[in-house]
């Protein structure tokens, strides 16, 4: 919109004021009870006045009143978006079909969904898993899937699952989530990666296999002026519970 586009939307305003203020004294002189009209359009004048004073806000100061719609429809855009618009299969990380079974859980209510799925599986770049023809019991499988780290001069060769817990610092996590990240390590057989942060008591306290991270900082093999320390280093590096460095 123009400058002479702006100009008019500024003078409508005050033209509808004036006339409003106008037209409720000439008909509240003959009708008294209509100068309570005055209760709900003052303060509305002099909202869009103090619109068109300020200079914080363009929009504001350009479309007085009118301009405040805009901060609205922003603050009601998530929910809308959320709510009303997106489907149960949109959403960024998580969408709203996962995030459901998660309220649900966490709430002790339904914790399976009925047979079926919303996905569309016909789709370019839908991934999945096909059940072999061949199924095994998975309490007493013949393969465990498991990498041996370590060769023939390594004194303790460790058998690596092939899925573990990538690395995650306890400095970025809570005490709660390293818990229940190496008591899950412990459960399922594979090992939790403590990230460059050093190896906590909550890292022990489960007894799930550890990979210590040591970065450059040396948390944990450190001394107080902040170089390798070779005792602290071995130390932690004979605990039973850290596997591999």
Not at 76 to 97: C, H, K, W
Not at 204 to 219: H, K, M, N, R, S
Request: aromatic letters at 12%; proline letters at 4%; one cysteine or more.
């Amino acid at each position: 919109m123009g400058t002479e586009g702006v100009k008019t939307l500024r003078s409508r305003f005050v033209a509808v004021a004036s006339i409003s203020v106008s037209g409720i004294l000439i008909i509240s002189s003959a009708w008294p009870f209509a100068a309570w009209l005055f209760v709900v359009v003052i303060p509305v004048v002099l909202v869009g006045i103090y619109d068109m004073k300020q200079t914080r806000h363009a929009v504001r100061r350009n479309f007085p009143l009118i301009g405040r719609g805009r901060w609205l429809m922003e603050s009601l855009g998530p929910f809308v978006r959320q709510y009303l618009i997106e489907s149960d299969t949109d959403g960024a990380p998580i969408n709203r079909m996962f995030r459901s079974i998660v309220y649900q859980r966490a709430k002790g209510e339904l914790e399976t969904v009925p047979f079926g799925t919303r996905v569309d599986t016909y789709r370019d770049g839908y991934e999945w898993i096909g059940h072999s023809l061949s199924a095994i019991c998975l309490e007493k499988p013949h393969n465990d899937l498991r990498i041996k780290v370590g060769g023939a001069l390594c004194e303790q060769p460790y058998l690596a699952s092939i899925f573990n817990i990538s690395a995650m610092s306890f400095g970025a996590l809570s005490r709660n989530a390293v818990l229940a990240l190496n008591a899950g390590a412990a459960d399922g057989g594979f090992y939790h990666n403590t990230g460059e942060g050093g190896i906590s008591r909550y890292h022990l306290e489960p007894g799930g296999d550890l990979v210590w991270q040591i970065g450059t900082a040396y948390f944990g093999c450190r001394d107080e002026a902040g170089n390798f320390c070779p005792v602290e280093f071995r130390k932690k590096a004979l605990h039973p519970n850290v596997k591999m460095i």
